[in-house]
């Protein structure tokens, strides 16, 4: 098992079989990406004039990783080990972007320490909560924005994607080509500000391919407590049902309910939630609690 950094010297902004992969591993190594913030480093300054903002990168990853085992068809499994925030986190908010009626635009920089970010108000702190926005694997077809989520990841935000979580990815090209950026040092679900604590940072993965495995509705992640299938759609209506859906195909698949009873189950303990609402797709998913009964899924 080898262990191997990704430097973010260089980075792109699309999920796109045509890039070349800035490193290589095989199934089981274990890679460190080092990572930009969203805004790729220009929001410098607390309360800067938010007109010297470079937006001309926005959303940079780091990448793309080239696993030699992978192939289409095969599921990407990436265990999250750790994730390490930078020193400050960075906000942007401004009229027509989120769902809040603002009359101006303002920029701020946070200062963030081993457990909390400092809001500045009143010594308001909030606890960090590390987690990766941006990440995802290359289609087969056209390429995919960094800021747009799809069916291979991308710009999912969901807030639960942190270390000691496990997230399979379908892999659509040779190599996978994984990608990730936009690290967040807080967030609420729905991100309904258009940003979240952004930061820049590091993040540690160990990537698994399993063969074999079309039985596992992706994107699918699995937390200590919960699994959650995702979804994006322009759409929170399809959203909604195709991340629903997906659950109800792993409970059908992975334990001894039928449709009827799945269905039942997941409107008693299902939570279905919306992950973000200010992509150019929106995104939700459904969640299930592990200990409801024993989902047989032999991902670990």
């Known amino acids: ?5 990704l430097s973010c010297e260089t980075v792109h ?17 274990i890679v460190t990406f080092v990572c930009r913030d969203c805004y790729n480093g220009s929001l410098h300054t607390d309360r800067m004039d938010p007109r010297d903002l470079d937006r001309s990168c926005g959303n ?23 994730i390490c925030p930078g020193p400050s986190g960075r906000m942007y908010v401004r009229p027509g972007a989120g769902l809040y009626d603002l009359s101006g635009t303002l920029c701020r920089v946070f200062p963030i320490d081993a457990q909390n970010m400092t809001f500045s108000f009143d010594g ?10 941006v990440i995802g694997t290359a289609p087969a077809g056209d390429r995919l924005s960094s800021e747009c989520p799809g069916e291979t990841g991308s710009n999912m935000d969901i807030r639960d994607m942190c270390a000691g979580s496990t997230l399979c ?15 967040h040092g807080v967030q609420g679900d729905g991100e309904s500000a258009v940003c979240a604590l952004e930061m820049a940072g590091e993040v540690t993965v160990r990537v698994v391919v399993l063969k074999d495995r079309a039985d596992i509705p992706t994107p699918l992640l699995v937390t200590p407590t919960h ?33 009827p009873h799945a269905a039942m189950l ?29 989902v047989d899924l032999e991902l670990l």
């Open 60 to 82: 940079p990853i780091t990448g793309p990783l080239y696993i030699e085992d992978a192939a289409p068809g095969d599921v990407l499994r990436i265990d999250i080990l750790q």
């Open 1 to 5: 098992m080898s262990h191997i950094r």
């Open 169 to 183: 990815l379908p892999v659509q090209v040779p190599g996978a080509l994984l990608s990730m950026g936009d690290l």
């Open 13 to 29: 902004t699309h999920f796109d079989k045509a890039t070349p992969p800035s490193g290589r591993v095989r199934s089981g190594d």
């Open 124 to 133: 308001l702190t909030l606890p960090l909560r590390p987690m990766i926005g």
């Open 227 to 259: 699994y959650m299938t995702a979804a994006a759609d322009p759409s929170l209506d399809r959203c909604a049902q195709a991340a629903a859906r997906k659950m109800h195909l792993l409970l059908q698949r992975h334990t001894r309910l039928d449709a």
């Open 266 to 294: 997941l409107s008693l303990c299902g939570n279905l939630r919306i992950s973000q609402v200010v992509n150019p797709a929106h995104g939700c998913v459904m969640e299930f609690p592990k200990d409801i009964l024993p």
